[in-house]
């Protein structure tokens, strides 16, 4: 990804984006130089410049002839994004607080890609109940998402929530990583592997269409039913086939 677009993801319109890293390159300058250099038509540069100044990312020079501008410390970029999450986590108490007064108790979405994977997973912790999975590929244990799982097992010892796998048995065989996580676990019997992988937890279920074994597919969709009578369902299956399956 290139600076542009990483910059207008911190909060930089493209414009500003442009000028900002002009300045860096070509440290203090005037109008004329930054519309050049940044390919900006010069009337959208004023605009620009006045609003990097509000941010105080860049600053003005005044001299006798023309004004220059010059770029503050990128590390100034740092600042804002901290700023930002210090005013959002003054006001997830209160947003959270009315998302849980509404009821949740039967909706159908999907997920899509990574985003989707860690979305599903808090998900769990913030449900804080048993985990059942019947198909399990052992994925979690994915270095697509190795970072993210630390906090994930953290949250979930903290919780005491307990997670129940019904393995394929291929998982068995390859010795996968997700076999050194402590969970109650058996393994299908041999033969009746198949692609997709259910699991369910409070009110939730969820479809994973298809998944390689001891992997993730970051850009899978997979579905989330959120109906109390269908999860209740899944589990007494999952009781059946845990019956059966070797340990």
């Known amino acids: 990804m290139d600076n542009i677009n990483i910059l207008s993801q911190v909060g930089l319109s493209k414009n500003e984006s442009k000028i ?83 009821p949740h108790n039967e909706s159908v979405f999907i997920y899509r890609g990574i985003e989707g994977w860690k979305n599903y997973l808090r998900d769990i912790i913030r449900v804080g109940e048993q985990v059942y999975t019947i198909g399990a590929k052992g994925g979690w244990g994915s270095g697509e998402l190795e970072s993210f799982m630390k906090w994930f097992w953290s949250e979930a010892g903290k919780k005491e929530i307990k997670f129940n796998f019904l393995f394929d048995c291929e998982v068995k065989e390859k010795n996968l990583e997700i076999l050194k996580v402590k969970s109650n676990r058996r393994f299908l019997p041999k033969g009746h592997s198949a692609p997709a992988v259910i699991e369910t937890f409070g009110d939730y279920v969820v479809i994973f269409p298809e998944l390689p074994l001891g992997e993730i597919n970051k850009k899978m969709s997979f579905t989330v039913i959120v109906n109390p009578y269908i999860a209740e369902t899944f589990r007494t299956w999952f009781k059946l086939m845990w019956s059966i399956s070797k340990e």
């Open 20 to 102: 900002y890293e002009t300045l860096l390159e070509n440290g203090e300058s005037s109008v004329a130089v930054i519309a050049n250099k940044a390919e900006i038509n010069r009337r959208n540069v004023y605009d620009s410049l006045s609003r990097l100044i509000e941010k105080g990312l860049i600053f003005e020079i005044r001299e006798h002839n023309e004004n220059l501008y010059q770029a503050v410390d990128p590390n100034k970029l740092m600042e804002m994004l901290k700023e930002k999450e210090k005013a959002l986590e003054s006001v997830l108490p209160g947003l959270y607080e009315k998302y849980s007064s509404k």
